[in-house]
């Protein structure tokens, strides 16, 4: 499969990807399966290929994963509905990058109370590491920024309070 992918024969990867899958229905072969899709122009399979991995048993995040990757696609291609359904129940999971995919998501639509829950939630969930509310709040000229700012300044207090460091970041 992998020669075939470095020589650009996208069908011959596809067809052996496909058959790969049948023994091993990992997203490690849906991915580069689906990959294989796209660059045949043949965005039916590859969503078609997304939804039967979606219907495997998964016990990780991988599911939601893919179903990142499908929402990514469509909103990259202006097609906010479409991508909702996949970002919505891939935020389920609570994961951080889902949050903030379905937030993207819902930006898109214009549904800004329900994009600023997803980036809020994300950051209050994920303290020490996402500033994601607050810059999106900047990016997008709406939300509570007076919180967003007030958040990641207290949670950039306690990190930098944790290793004894003194820093005042100029942006907040």
Not at 40 to 64: A, C, I, M, P, V
């Amino acid at each position: 499969c992998r020669r075939y992918w470095r020589q650009d024969k996208y069908a011959d990867a596809a067809r052996c990807l496909a058959s790969a899958v049948k023994s091993l229905p990992e997203y490690n072969i849906y991915e580069p399966l689906a990959r294989a899709w796209l660059k045949q122009n043949n965005e039916q399979q590859w969503q078609k290929t997304w939804d039967e991995y979606l219907r495997q048993e998964d016990f990780g995040l991988s599911q939601e994963r893919a179903r990142v990757n499908v929402a990514e696609y469509f909103m990259r291609h202006g097609r906010w509905n479409d991508a909702l359904p996949y970002a919505e129940t891939a935020a389920a999971s609570g994961a951080q990058w889902a949050l903030e995919c379905a937030g993207d998501c819902f930006t898109g639509l214009g549904r800004y109370d329900q994009a600023e829950a997803c980036f809020r939630g994300a950051a209050e969930r994920y303290v020490a590491s996402s500033p994601s509310w607050y810059f999106w709040c900047l990016r997008t000229g709406r939300g509570d920024i007076q919180a967003a700012r007030t958040f990641v300044r207290r949670a950039l207090a306690n990190r930098f309070a944790a290793v004894n460091i003194t820093y005042k970041l100029p942006f907040l």
